[in-house]
T-cell receptor
Framework: KNEVEQSPQNLTAQEGEFITINCSYS?????LHWLQQHPGGGIVSLFMLSSGKKKHGRLIATINIQEKHSSLHITASHPRDSAVYIC???????????FGEGTQLTVNP | ETGVTQSPTHLIKTRGQQVTLRCSSQSGHNTVSWYQQALGQGPQFIFQ???????GRGNFPPRFSGLQFPNYSSELNVNALELDDSALYLCASSLDRFFGELFFGEGSRLTVL
Protein backbone atom coordinates (compact mmCIF):
# COMPACT_ATOMS: atom_id res chain seq x y z
CA LYS A 1 0.00 0.00 0.00
CA ASN A 2 1.31 3.46 -0.94
CA GLU A 3 2.05 5.87 1.88
CA VAL A 4 0.07 8.56 0.03
CA GLU A 5 -3.21 7.68 -1.67
CA GLN A 6 -5.26 10.02 -3.82
CA SER A 7 -8.79 9.75 -5.13
CA PRO A 8 -10.16 9.85 -7.67
CA GLN A 9 -7.45 8.94 -10.20
CA ASN A 10 -9.35 10.66 -12.99
CA LEU A 11 -12.03 13.32 -12.78
CA THR A 12 -14.04 14.97 -15.55
CA ALA A 13 -16.18 17.99 -14.77
CA GLN A 14 -18.21 20.62 -16.55
CA GLU A 15 -17.12 24.24 -16.35
CA GLY A 16 -18.47 25.86 -13.22
CA GLU A 17 -18.68 22.69 -11.13
CA PHE A 18 -17.28 22.38 -7.61
CA ILE A 19 -14.45 19.85 -7.50
CA THR A 20 -12.94 17.91 -4.63
CA ILE A 21 -9.78 15.81 -4.72
CA ASN A 22 -8.90 13.72 -1.68
CA CYS A 23 -5.59 12.62 -0.22
CA SER A 24 -4.94 10.15 2.60
CA TYR A 25 -1.56 9.35 4.08
CA SER A 26 -0.28 6.75 6.51
CA UNK A 27 2.93 8.29 7.87
CA UNK A 28 3.84 11.09 10.24
CA UNK A 29 4.29 14.33 8.36
CA UNK A 30 5.69 17.79 8.90
CA UNK A 31 3.75 19.24 5.97
CA LEU A 32 1.45 18.29 3.12
CA HIS A 33 1.79 19.84 -0.31
CA TRP A 34 -0.73 20.18 -3.11
CA LEU A 35 0.95 20.51 -6.49
CA GLN A 36 -0.29 21.12 -10.01
CA GLN A 37 1.37 19.59 -13.06
CA HIS A 38 0.48 20.65 -16.58
CA PRO A 39 1.11 18.46 -19.68
CA GLY A 40 4.49 20.11 -20.30
CA GLY A 41 5.74 18.56 -17.08
CA GLY A 42 6.54 21.51 -14.83
CA ILE A 43 5.15 21.38 -11.30
CA VAL A 44 3.74 24.37 -9.45
CA SER A 45 3.27 24.37 -5.70
CA LEU A 46 -0.31 25.35 -4.83
CA PHE A 47 -0.36 24.92 -1.06
CA MET A 48 1.80 23.77 1.80
CA LEU A 49 -0.23 22.82 4.88
CA SER A 50 0.56 21.62 8.35
CA SER A 51 -2.87 22.30 9.87
CA GLY A 52 -6.26 23.82 9.18
CA LYS A 53 -7.22 25.40 5.91
CA LYS A 54 -5.74 27.66 3.25
CA LYS A 55 -7.43 29.55 0.42
CA HIS A 56 -5.98 31.08 -2.72
CA GLY A 57 -8.42 32.43 -5.25
CA ARG A 58 -10.78 29.61 -6.25
CA LEU A 59 -8.64 26.96 -4.57
CA ILE A 60 -9.12 25.77 -1.00
CA ALA A 61 -7.02 23.16 0.78
CA THR A 62 -7.86 21.56 4.11
CA ILE A 63 -6.05 19.07 6.29
CA ASN A 64 -7.16 16.93 9.23
CA ILE A 65 -4.03 15.78 11.03
CA GLN A 66 -5.87 13.34 13.32
CA GLU A 67 -7.53 11.58 10.39
CA LYS A 68 -4.45 11.91 8.14
CA HIS A 69 -6.55 13.31 5.35
CA SER A 70 -6.49 16.37 3.13
CA SER A 71 -8.76 17.73 0.46
CA LEU A 72 -8.25 20.16 -2.40
CA HIS A 73 -11.35 22.00 -3.55
CA ILE A 74 -11.77 24.03 -6.72
CA THR A 75 -14.79 26.33 -6.88
CA ALA A 76 -16.29 27.48 -10.19
CA SER A 77 -13.98 25.20 -12.18
CA HIS A 78 -12.65 26.37 -15.54
CA PRO A 79 -11.05 24.52 -18.48
CA ARG A 80 -7.70 26.11 -17.60
CA ASP A 81 -7.83 24.15 -14.32
CA SER A 82 -7.32 20.96 -16.35
CA ALA A 83 -4.09 19.42 -15.08
CA VAL A 84 -2.75 16.68 -12.85
CA TYR A 85 -3.09 17.51 -9.16
CA ILE A 86 -0.62 15.80 -6.88
CA CYS A 87 -0.64 15.41 -3.13
CA UNK A 88 2.79 15.02 -1.53
CA UNK A 89 3.96 14.82 2.07
CA UNK A 90 7.12 15.82 3.88
CA UNK A 91 7.74 13.18 6.51
CA UNK A 92 8.79 14.25 9.96
CA UNK A 93 12.30 13.05 9.15
CA UNK A 94 13.01 15.66 6.50
CA UNK A 95 11.78 17.67 3.58
CA UNK A 96 12.01 15.00 0.88
CA UNK A 97 8.59 14.48 -0.59
CA UNK A 98 6.59 11.29 -0.95
CA PHE A 99 4.08 11.71 -3.75
CA GLY A 100 0.67 10.35 -4.48
CA GLU A 101 -0.05 9.06 -7.97
CA GLY A 102 -1.92 12.22 -8.95
CA THR A 103 -5.45 13.04 -10.07
CA GLN A 104 -5.97 13.88 -13.72
CA LEU A 105 -8.61 16.63 -13.85
CA THR A 106 -10.34 17.56 -17.09
CA VAL A 107 -12.77 20.47 -17.09
CA ASN A 108 -14.91 20.70 -20.21
CA PRO A 109 -16.39 23.99 -21.44
CA GLU B 1 7.54 31.43 -12.89
CA THR B 2 9.21 29.59 -10.03
CA GLY B 3 12.72 30.97 -10.45
CA VAL B 4 14.12 27.47 -10.92
CA THR B 5 15.48 26.59 -14.34
CA GLN B 6 16.54 23.23 -15.67
CA SER B 7 18.57 22.29 -18.72
CA PRO B 8 18.38 20.70 -21.13
CA THR B 9 14.61 20.48 -21.50
CA HIS B 10 14.75 17.41 -23.71
CA LEU B 11 17.52 15.02 -24.64
CA ILE B 12 18.01 11.62 -26.20
CA LYS B 13 20.78 9.22 -25.22
CA THR B 14 21.60 5.62 -25.97
CA ARG B 15 21.98 2.80 -23.50
CA GLY B 16 25.33 2.83 -21.72
CA GLN B 17 25.96 6.54 -22.18
CA GLN B 18 26.27 9.11 -19.42
CA VAL B 19 24.15 12.23 -18.90
CA THR B 20 24.38 15.41 -16.84
CA LEU B 21 21.26 17.40 -16.03
CA ARG B 22 21.48 20.88 -14.56
CA CYS B 23 19.32 22.92 -12.21
CA SER B 24 19.65 26.57 -11.25
CA SER B 25 17.87 27.43 -8.02
CA GLN B 26 16.71 30.72 -6.56
CA SER B 27 19.35 32.68 -4.71
CA GLY B 28 19.46 31.71 -1.06
CA HIS B 29 17.87 28.30 -1.56
CA ASN B 30 20.37 26.03 0.16
CA THR B 31 18.40 22.82 -0.37
CA VAL B 32 17.76 21.08 -3.67
CA SER B 33 16.06 17.76 -4.30
CA TRP B 34 15.94 15.70 -7.47
CA TYR B 35 13.03 13.52 -8.52
CA GLN B 36 12.45 11.00 -11.30
CA GLN B 37 8.98 10.80 -12.84
CA ALA B 38 8.24 7.93 -15.16
CA LEU B 39 5.38 8.33 -17.60
CA GLY B 40 2.00 8.13 -15.88
CA GLN B 41 3.47 7.88 -12.39
CA GLY B 42 4.16 10.20 -9.48
CA PRO B 43 7.69 11.52 -8.94
CA GLN B 44 10.16 9.40 -6.96
CA PHE B 45 12.78 10.96 -4.68
CA ILE B 46 16.35 10.47 -5.91
CA PHE B 47 18.40 12.53 -3.44
CA GLN B 48 18.63 15.84 -1.67
CA UNK B 49 21.56 18.23 -1.26
CA UNK B 50 21.89 20.72 1.57
CA UNK B 51 24.76 23.21 1.55
CA UNK B 52 26.68 21.14 -1.02
CA UNK B 53 26.43 17.86 0.93
CA UNK B 54 24.16 14.93 0.13
CA UNK B 55 21.43 14.94 2.76
CA GLY B 56 19.37 11.90 1.99
CA ARG B 57 18.90 9.44 -0.81
CA GLY B 58 16.04 7.43 -2.20
CA ASN B 59 16.11 3.94 -3.60
CA PHE B 60 18.37 4.67 -6.58
CA PRO B 61 21.67 2.95 -7.47
CA PRO B 62 25.07 4.66 -7.11
CA ARG B 63 25.21 5.40 -10.85
CA PHE B 64 22.86 8.26 -9.97
CA SER B 65 25.03 10.97 -8.41
CA GLY B 66 24.80 14.66 -7.80
CA LEU B 67 26.58 17.86 -6.98
CA GLN B 68 25.48 21.17 -5.51
CA PHE B 69 27.53 24.31 -6.03
CA PRO B 70 27.93 27.51 -3.96
CA ASN B 71 26.09 29.52 -6.63
CA TYR B 72 22.83 27.59 -5.92
CA SER B 73 23.14 25.44 -9.04
CA SER B 74 23.21 21.67 -8.99
CA GLU B 75 23.73 18.67 -11.24
CA LEU B 76 22.31 15.19 -11.56
CA ASN B 77 24.64 12.70 -13.25
CA VAL B 78 23.55 9.30 -14.45
CA ASN B 79 26.12 6.79 -15.66
CA ALA B 80 25.63 3.62 -17.71
CA LEU B 81 22.16 4.66 -18.84
CA GLU B 82 19.46 2.01 -19.00
CA LEU B 83 16.21 2.03 -20.93
CA ASP B 84 14.26 2.38 -17.66
CA ASP B 85 16.03 5.66 -16.95
CA SER B 86 13.78 7.28 -19.55
CA ALA B 87 11.74 9.76 -17.50
CA LEU B 88 11.15 13.38 -16.59
CA TYR B 89 13.75 14.57 -14.08
CA LEU B 90 12.63 17.36 -11.79
CA CYS B 91 14.59 19.48 -9.39
CA ALA B 92 13.01 21.37 -6.52
CA SER B 93 14.66 23.96 -4.32
CA SER B 94 13.71 25.37 -0.95
CA LEU B 95 15.03 27.75 1.68
CA ASP B 96 14.85 25.15 4.42
CA ARG B 97 15.64 21.44 4.27
CA PHE B 98 13.01 20.48 6.84
CA PHE B 99 10.08 22.74 6.31
CA GLY B 100 9.97 24.99 3.33
CA GLU B 101 7.86 25.77 0.31
CA LEU B 102 9.19 24.01 -2.74
CA PHE B 103 9.91 25.58 -6.10
CA PHE B 104 10.09 23.17 -9.03
CA GLY B 105 11.79 23.51 -12.36
CA GLU B 106 10.09 22.57 -15.64
CA GLY B 107 12.01 19.31 -15.80
CA SER B 108 14.39 17.60 -18.18
CA ARG B 109 12.85 14.85 -20.28
CA LEU B 110 15.37 12.09 -20.92
CA THR B 111 14.79 9.38 -23.51
CA VAL B 112 17.17 6.42 -23.54
CA LEU B 113 17.17 4.34 -26.73
Amino acid sequence: KNEVEQSPQNLTAQEGEFITINCSYSVGISALHWLQQHPGGGIVSLFMLSSGKKKHGRLIATINIQEKHSSLHITASHPRDSAVYICAVSKTSGSRLTFGEGTQLTVNP
Amino acid sequence: ETGVTQSPTHLIKTRGQQVTLRCSSQSGHNTVSWYQQALGQGPQFIFQYYREEENGRGNFPPRFSGLQFPNYSSELNVNALELDDSALYLCASSLDRFFGELFFGEGSRLTVL
